[in-house]
């Protein structure tokens, strides 16, 4: 619910671009149901004592209803897709954004590589919920809209015989969706520790040829890849099985078709030119229907991976300016401590009692073994942790 409400206000920003998109996919789907009509009547029409003019009316229509599907279905996918890509545009700057205003303290318990995976890789993964997505899926639904009420038109008894192997799908849809969104969560998370590893140790090169420790890395970055690839292998294994699940569905439709169509045309019941539209109109709905698995993969993938990035997006910063605090109108540039203690982990003060007063252009040096503080001190004078009493 938390995601609907963060990706709610960049649709509707883009709502008319998506309400025109929706409105050129009727028409796609318009014109497209058209043709089989066309086929149904040019074929009943050869039964009897034909023209070749005639025939070659029936040919331009199909030509005519084909070249308008394909200028409405372009239409529709320029307002989706731009939609979806200037979606990415205010997503990426949103992202952005919100990294800038994290403090110091975030970015010491998230590296830096994941970060930059969640900005990239699971950015476009939500991306494609918001294009594609969002296009396919509504096609399926325009597509069964518009092809039953034609299927039934043409015979009931063919079309409820042609949708039994249709509530397959919903247990498909449930099993393989699932197992999709679990597996490409855990490979964009490995995605992001495998950043990580090539961010340091590119960032890092110098300090690693000091101390020569090229294989200790190489060896490090294998095993991160080595287990990035095989989450992608059973990522893989499961989609690779999905789509020909349904695609086997859809099979097992057109037999159906073919084998009670064909009593139905021995019987006279319906004519040749009825069957073969009934068979068109099938075959339109395979593609939706095989689109389908892709589609539940996006939304899938776009979910696991817009969690990802909700997390950043829902990160608070525990650097708080309180109310009544002190808005001096000009800094003279004196430092003051008095009795400052701080701390990164319960219990484990880093400093403790610290009292000192530099004034006004004057210089303090700042001497210790590692580990004492000294930076701490620094970072806090800058304000990049929360300010302790002191």
């Given at each position: ?305 817009m969690k990802r990035m909700q997390k950043v997006f829902d990160a608070q910063s525990d650097i708080i300016e ?28 880093v400093l403790s009692d610290i009292t000192l007063h530099v004034p006004a252009q004057q210089t303090l040096g ?25």
């Amino acid at each position: 619910m938390n995601t609907v409400r963060l990706l709610l206000p960049y649709v509707k920003k883009y709502r008319n671009k998506y309400i025109a998109g929706v409105f050129f996919l009727v028409f796609t789907n318009a014109f497209r149901m058209a043709n089989p009509k066309v086929v149904q009547h040019a074929i009943d029409y050869l039964k009897q004592t034909f023209v070749l003019s005639e025939l070659a009316m029936f040919a331009g229509l199909i030509i005519r209803f084909a070249a308008l599907e394909g200028v409405f279905s372009f239409l529709m996918r320029r307002s989706i897709i731009v939609a979806s890509r200037e979606i990415e545009n205010d997503l990426r700057n949103d992202f952005f954004g919100k990294l800038l205003t994290l403090p110091q303290s975030y970015y010491q318990n998230h590296p830096t590589g994941d970060i930059m995976s969640r900005a990239t890789n699971d950015l476009s993964a939500v991306r494609m919920i918001f294009g594609p997505g969002i296009a396919y899926s509504t096609n399926t639904v325009m597509a069964f809209l518009f092809v039953i009420p034609m299927m039934l038109h043409i015979s009931p008894t063919l079309t409820m015989f042609a949708l039994i192997p249709f509530p397959i799908v919903a247990i498909l849809v449930n099993r393989f969706g699932k197992a999709i969104y679990k597996r490409f969560e855990k490979v964009q998370e490995q995605l992001g520790d495998l950043t990580t590893v090539a961010q340091e140790n590119l960032s890092g090169n110098t300090v690693i040829k000091w101390f020569t420790q090229e294989k200790h890395e190489i060896e490090k970055f294998r095993v991160q890849n080595e287990t990035y690839m095989y989450r992608s292998i059973d990522h893989v294994k499961v989609q690779a099985a999905f789509h020909p699940s349904l695609a086997l569905t859809a099979g097992l439709a057109l037999a159906m078709i073919i084998l009670f169509g064909g009593r139905l045309v021995i019987n006279d019941q319906i004519t040749i030119g009825e069957f073969t539209a009934f068979m068109l109109y099938a075959s339109i709905l395979i593609w939706p229907f095989i689109a389908l698995g892709w589609v539940i993969g996006v939304f899938q993938q776009g979910a696991a991976s817009m969690k990802r990035m909700q997390k950043v997006f829902d990160a608070q910063s525990d650097i708080i300016e309180k109310e009544d605090a002190l808005k001096p109108d000009v800094l003279h540039g004196e430092i003051e401590f008095s009795k400052l203690a701080f701390e990164y982990e319960e219990n484990r003060p880093v400093l403790s009692d610290i009292t000192l007063h530099v004034p006004a252009q004057q210089t303090l040096g700042v001497i210790g073994p590692t580990g004492s503080g000294k930076t701490t001190l620094i970072k806090l004078i800058s304000h990049l942790y929360p300010l302790p009493d002191g």
